[in-house]
């Protein structure tokens, strides 16, 4: 069983950028068929923000492509996101998850002046 651990997420003003890293114990994550950074804000509901398989394709949200890099080092068996040029509705919890398997905690971003 994999354990996920975020962090890097912090209060931002608008056009700046963070990166959010996912650090893995337990497994291996080049063992796993996919990792996704997801987001969910107030109200709305968990969405998925990118993606990256084991094969490391990746795939985005149509509202972050061009914004935002998924990437991972298996030598450290941590996912990052690298966000640039954040909107105020980029605020929202954002969650690392294992497909078929683990959630981590979550880390907040915020984006706001």
């Known amino acids: 069983q994999v354990q996920l651990v975020e962090s890097g997420g912090g209060l931002v003003q608008p056009g700046g950028s963070l990166r959010l890293s996912c650090a893995a114990s337990?497994?291996?994550?080049?063992?796993?068929?996919?990792m996704n950074w997801n987001r969910q804000a107030p109200g709305k509901q968990r969405q998925m923000v990118a993606q990256?398989?084991?094969?490391?394709?990746?795939n985005y949200a149509d509202s972050v492509k061009g914004r935002f890099t998924i990437s991972r080092d298996d030598a450290n068996n941590t996912v990052y996101l690298q966000m640039n040029n954040l909107k105020p509705e980029d605020t929202a919890v954002y969650y690392c998850?294992?497909?078929?398997?683990?959630w981590g905690q979550g880390t907040q971003v915020t984006v706001s002046s």
């Open positions: 990256i398989t084991s094969g490391g394709n990746t």
């Open positions: 998850y294992a497909v078929g398997g683990t």
């Open positions: 337990g497994r291996s994550i080049s063992s796993i068929a996919a």
